[in-house]
């Protein structure tokens, strides 16, 4: 069988490159023990379990998701401390995680590095998200010098999102890419898997972590994997990788 | 001669429970030293005098400070890296900062905590800003475990902000206190001292750091302080300390 030709891949970031879940996982524990130990007079369990109702009821916006706690809860549960000290200890708590917790998957990191030094690929970022809190998982990751600098691409700059056929056609077309030569790596079969194949691309399900590790879709996507080493063996056994260059 | 009977003191909180001019200017610092070791290839010196030249033209937003600071220097100087990238390098060595060297004056900890343990006084903060950002400070401090809950005031729940006579007008009234009774502490002549003299608070000017430390008025604080021993000595030789329950 013949090689395809491959110039580039476009990661997705939460969930791919490191476990978005998990991390936020982590720091809501580490938010809410912050809050009891600041005063908050509830169970552990009870406000993880009242965080993830919120979440459920109001998906889009996480920013008040203290104040949402503590409005659920009931002053009386926190009588003996003020309310915005009690948020203020949940936010830099949640923050701190991101020091200790916002890390890649290890073998994301030994895959990129692997990549960035021996193919003459193009590495990239596709994701949705405001640009600088996307950048800021990949450098807290230490991923971006694996990247090519003008080839990590955000909804909030591309000034269209998933599942939008152009937010993968045009970060193509500025790089000079057809979509063909280039592959897509996500976790999500809707929004992921099925735009990205619907323009062309090669398009490889992350499945390993996050809400949508069950989803089901009627587009196959063209592989799956669970880890970056089978990413590493999909690439040498069925791709022939040219550089950018060859490309006009 | 008589002494004032003192129920309350309300401090300001930027520049003067903590010296947040000295705390900004370091975070800055070690935000462009992370832009420079990220690819950014200005130096040091000129970075830092073009934040400031950014923050003298847009004195209210910071929040695009590093955006702006990379739009004034241009592309050329950041080509073999990604803006974003670089920006959220700024951003996290900017709120790492906060870890560091966000810490009240020493003296101010000192004295609050005996304050807290030896006078019936209630101690409250009233301050400009967001709530949960400004409480974040506070929190950061340590001072939230000497200061009273219902006496933490922001402008962003006040709904009035300086020099709006309101703004310390409603918070005496909430706690059921006689301007009179109160002190407010605070380091911007105009907007801190005016005002809160004007609805009859003792005003105590705050003169140790940030930008408004040369400032002029033609209202006279009643008194002047350079650090907070001064402050108790001021409460032990004028004023009469008494519970707030004797208040009603």
Not at 52 to 67: G, P
Not at 166 to 172: E, K, Q, V
Request: hydrophobic residues 40%; contains cysteine.
């Amino acid at each position: 069988m013949k090689k395809k030709r491959l110039k580039a891949i476009f990661f997705d970031v939460d969930d791919t490159l490191y476990s978005s879940s998990e991390f936020s996982a982590m720091a809501r524990l580490n938010s809410v023990k912050a809050m009891i130990s600041n005063g908050l007079r509830v169970e552990l369990k009870e406000c993880l379990l009242i965080l993830k109702e919120i979440m459920k009821e109001n998906k889009s916006n996480n920013k008040f998701l203290f104040d949402d706690l503590l409005k659920k809860v009931g002053k009386k549960y926190y009588s003996s401390v003020n309310k915005h000290v009690l948020i203020a200890a949940a936010v830099v708590a949640y923050h701190n995680t991101k020091n200790s917790f916002l890390k890649p998957y290890p073998d994301v990191k030994e895959v990129l590095k692997l990549l960035s030094e021996t193919m003459p690929l193009v590495l990239g970022v596709l994701s949705s998200g405001f640009a600088v809190k996307q950048a800021e998982k990949i450098y807290r990751c230490g991923l971006h010098r694996y990247l090519s600098p003008n080839a990590i691409f955000f909804s909030e700059t591309i000034g269209k999102d998933k599942p939008n056929l152009d937010f993968f056609r045009l970060p193509c077309a500025k790089l000079n890419l057809l979509p063909q030569e280039t592959i897509y790596v996500g976790d999500r079969p809707k929004i992921d898997i099925e735009p990205a194949k619907a323009i062309g691309m090669v398009a490889i399900l992350n499945q390993r972590s996050g809400k949508y590790l069950g989803q089901r879709s009627n587009v196959k996507p063209d592989f799956i994997i669970h880890d970056f080493w089978e990413l590493l063996e999909i690439l040498n056994r069925h791709f022939e990788i040219l550089p950018l260059s060859e490309a006009t």
